[in-house]
């Protein structure tokens, strides 16, 4: 059989293909010369996959989707105090190059605007242009698992016309939020945004954010999920500049747009997606683009507020097997699917002694889960003198110590505990 992804990508192309308006960006002129029919998307899952469909192997300038990665980096190389202190995370609903800075401590509102996106840069570790934006660069290949290059042509090209951003620079500077040379900060962050990728690039770098730092292919830890986290907060707030709020509620996932035509956009923990279309609206987004993200999600349902309950589908079942009452669990287990087991225990009002959680088929288990949990584990031990067994073949549950000197017995099978079959 073949897969029917690349077929409905295609489909969507097609569909949207005519829907185009505004013009290429010309205030960088080799931006000027991009073929304006190209038209691309890609899909890359948390497992390593990717479909493609359209021109999704055409290079073109990464431009602002470099900012989100850039902030990441400086996340990791300055840590969340030093960056915190120098940008902010507010959006600004203005356009990308407002110079927009706080009033009073000159710190840029975020790092998806310019201003935030220069002071985000110099706090990539490196002394010069040079260093940082070579470090920017290996980063970026090993999210794209290839080796990228800069855009010569363009770089240069935005560089002669770069008054505005080198004005923002001595601005960041007379605050304060800039140290040394200014012109050499904004040299880099230039040169940053003429990295070249393609569409299938960009849906990589997307996946490795929605697999919290993960490259889905190669399986190397790139970001840490703390960082990860902050990215992506940024993203859904300010990713879209002024659109952001149209964006949030026709898409609904964060996402960042650049001016020669890319948008990527994470879905947590399901799929990154970029598509590249370079005409751009009046607010500096892919004309095409927005209309492909708005088809998917509606499409695809991925809205990230459009979220189906998840509670009971955790609780597999409750029976009683003998003696035993037997909880069988599946999935990934969160708050709410916590809470629902839990509820599932209280409720029953068990007459045995001997309870068993059974978690063969649980995948994952957010902390405060483990910890609801646990607690449960505790309660029916020291106050309802339970017996309680786990059935936790993968050590799902790490060392579970539930307190006050409570720690389950854990084995890895049902039926090896009794040497015959579970009936
Ligand atoms: N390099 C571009 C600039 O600073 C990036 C802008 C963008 O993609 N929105 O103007």
């Known amino acids: 059989m ?6 409905y990508l295609a489909e969507v192309l097609d569909d949207c293909r005519g829907g185009d308006g505004g013009a290429v960006a010309d205030y960088i002129p080799e931006l000027a010369r991009a073929n304006p029919e190209r038209l691309a998307i890609a899909l890359t899952t948390p497992d390593g996959a990717t479909y493609c469909a359209g021109d999704a192997d055409a ?35 203005e356009a990308f190059n407002e ?12 790092p998806m605007i310019n201003a935030g996106a220069i002071a985000a840069h110099s706090l ?38 770069a008054y505005r951003n080198i004005a923002i620079g001595y601005m960041l500077r007379n605050h304060g939020i800039l140290d040394g040379d200014p012109e050499d900060v904004v040299r880099g962050y230039i040169r940053q945004c003429s990295l070249s990728v393609t569409t299938r690039d960009l849906s990589m770098m997307a996946a490795t954010l929605a697999n919290g730092g993960v490259q889905s292919a190669t399986g190397r830890r790139l970001s840490g999920d703390r960082a990860v986290r902050q990215t ?28 020669a035509g890319g948008i990527l956009g994470v879905l947590p923990g399901q799929v990154g997606i970029a598509v590249f279309s370079p005409r751009l609206d009046a607010h500096g987004n892919s004309t095409r683009g927005v209309k492909l993200f708005e088809r998917l999600s509606d499409d695809m349902g991925l809205h990230l507020m459009e979220v189906p309950p998840v509670g009971r589908s955790v609780l597999r079942g409750h029976d009683q097997r003998g003696d035993t009452h037997v909880f ?8 709410a699917g916590a809470e629902a087991v839990v509820r599932e225990v209280v409720e029953a009002d068990l007459p045995h002694r001997e309870v068993v959680l059974d978690l063969t088929r649980v995948h994952g288990v957010s902390d405060v889960a483990r910890r609801v949990l646990l607690e449960a584990v505790r309660r029916l031990t ?7 067994t786990l059935v936790d073949p993968e050590g799902i549950l790490d ?7 409570v720690r389950p017995r854990v084995i890895a099978s049902l039926d090896e505990d009794r040497g015959t079959p579970a009936d």
Not at 2 to 7: A, E, G, K
Not at 59 to 83: C, H, N, R, T
Not at 382 to 388: A, G, S, Y
């Open 382 to 388: 020291l106050h309802d003198d339970k017996q309680v």
């Open 59 to 93: 290079e073109f300038s990464i431009q602002s989707m470099s900012k989100p990665f850039a902030y990441g980096i400086a996340l990791l190389d300055a840590g969340f105090d030093a960056v915190l202190a120098k940008i902010g995370v507010e959006p600004s609903g």
């Open 399 to 405: 060392d579970p110590d539930a307190g006050d000197g």
């Open 328 to 335: 069988g669990l599946q999935g990934v287990i969160r708050f």
């Open 232 to 259: 992506l907060s940024v993203m859904m707030t300010c990713g879209m500049y002024d659109a952001a709020g149209d964006w949030m509620t026709a898409v609904g996932i964060p996402a960042k747009s650049g001016v």
């Open 2 to 7: 073949r897969s029917p992804i690349p077929d």
């Open 99 to 110: 110079i927009s800075l706080e009033e009073g401590s000159g710190r840029p509102r975020n």
């Open 124 to 161: 990539i570790d490196g002394r010069n242009a040079e260093e940082r934006t070579e470090r920017f660069r290996e980063r970026m290949s090993l999210a794209a698992d290839r080796e990228l290059h800069y855009d010569e042509a363009v770089y240069t090209s935005e560089l002669e016309t």
